[in-house]
């Protein structure tokens, strides 16, 4: 079974940098892409970004691009997502997510992922 551990949230001001890390244990890691996703107050869960499994394809919503960076570490089964230049809007509940290499269908979409984690709350205060 897939577990997946958030850690690395907390508050920072607006311009600031976090970096979230996602533990993933089960097995076989890199048969997996993985996703990070978000969920504000009120609002939908959205996509963040997204690796594949063997970190040659990386993918970013139009709102974190050029500011956040996904990368994996296959070795200590940990998927990473550097945030940088902080926005108040970036506050929200940080989710890791898990798809199956031979998964089809789009890294944006959430039910194309089978397992998530608790997630990590990230706070930017302005």
């Known amino acids: 079974q897939v577990q997946l551990v958030e850690s690395g949230g907390g508050l920072e001001q607006a311009g600031g940098s976090l970096r979230l890390s996602c533990a993933f244990s089960?097995?076989?890691?890199?048969?997996?892409?993985m996703g990070w996703f978000r969920q504000a107050p009120g609002k939908e869960r959205e996509f963040v970004s997204a690796i594949s499994w063997n970190g040659g394809s990386t993918y970013y919503s139009d709102s974190v691009k050029g500011r956040f960076t996904i990368s994996r570490d296959n070795a200590k089964n940990t998927v990473y997502l550097q945030m940088s230049s902080l926005k108040p809007e970036d506050t929200a509940v940080y989710y890791c997510?898990?798809?199956?290499?031979?998964?089809?269908?789009?890294?944006?979409?959430?039910?194309?992922?089978?397992?998530w984690g608790q997630g990590t709350q990230v706070t930017v205060s302005s």
């Open positions: 089960g097995r076989y890691f890199s048969n997996y892409g």
């Open positions: 997510a898990a798809r199956s290499r031979y998964s089809s269908g789009s890294y944006y979409y959430p039910p194309n992922y089978a397992y």
